[in-house]
């Protein structure tokens, strides 16, 4: 565990979804890559992949495919049906219910900031029973895709918090630029896809390795 600065007491939590609270990076990658291949095309590397988590999925495909701007329709629904049918396993990661659990007891609001859209993420809100927990969410499908702060700057209007009071959660760069870019501070997480040096690249004030960091970090 990392800490760059005194962590102060927030009033809104914000977390990205994919390989921050669902163990869901391996699947991502495998739905690509299947996808790519049903067209006959070359699939990206996964360290390709898993640098594009956290864009929007039109985004994504622009940004791994760049030559192939008349398959993307293709490549965003081969995408949607090899996620549909795809058996790899996404558990929510260790303590993620009883650390949210516990924020919330302290009076703390949570919200959800996904390069998801939206009916993927509604649909694993009820999976993963964590629907209750959060106050409100964006989604790739209600806001600018990250790394604008868009989704932030939407979640800050409706739950009436200043940016100051508030923290960005995420396994990515991608998430770490976003709060950046509103002047969030921002806690890196290192059970996805980017490791604790690269998440420091973007100033976090923390970096954890797990929930159970996550709660001493924000609460002390």
């Not at 565990?1 to 699947?27: C, E, N, Q, R």
């Not at 495919?65 to 995408?79: D, M, N, R, T």
């Not at 976003?178 to 420091?200: C, E, F, P, W, Y």
Request: aromatic share 4%; glycine share 6%; charged share 20%.
């Amino acid at each position: 565990m990392i800490k760059a600065a005194p962590i102060k007491k927030y009033k809104l939590v914000i977390f990205d979804w994919d390989g921050t609270v669902m163990d869901s990076v391996g699947k991502i990658v495998n739905c690509i890559r299947q996808s790519a291949l049903s067209l006959n095309l070359t699939p990206p590397s996964d360290d390709a992949i898993k640098n594009i988590i956290g864009l929007s999925l039109e985004r994504a495909i622009d940004v791994l495919f760049p030559e192939q701007v008349k398959h993307q329709k293709a490549l965003i629904a081969g995408y949607k049906h090899q996620y549909s049918v795809d058996m790899t396993p996404t558990p929510v990661f260790d303590d993620v219910a009883s650390v949210l659990s516990v924020l919330q007891e302290q009076g703390i609001m949570l919200a959800v900031a996904t390069g998801k859209g939206r009916d993927g993420l509604e649909r694993l809100l009820d999976q993963s029973q964590l629907r209750q927990f959060f106050s409100a969410t964006r989604t790739s499908d209600d806001a600018l895709s990250k790394p604008s702060p868009d989704m932030l700057y939407q979640l800050l209007q409706e739950i009436g918090v200043s940016a100051d009071d508030a923290v960005m959660i995420g396994d990515t760069k991608i998430d770490m630029a976003m709060g950046k870019a509103a002047n969030m501070d921002r806690i890196g997480v290192t059970m996805g896809v980017h490791n604790a040096q690269q998440l420091s690249e973007l100033t976090p004030v923390a970096t954890v390795d797990n929930y159970q960091q996550l709660q001493q970090v924000l609460l002390g």
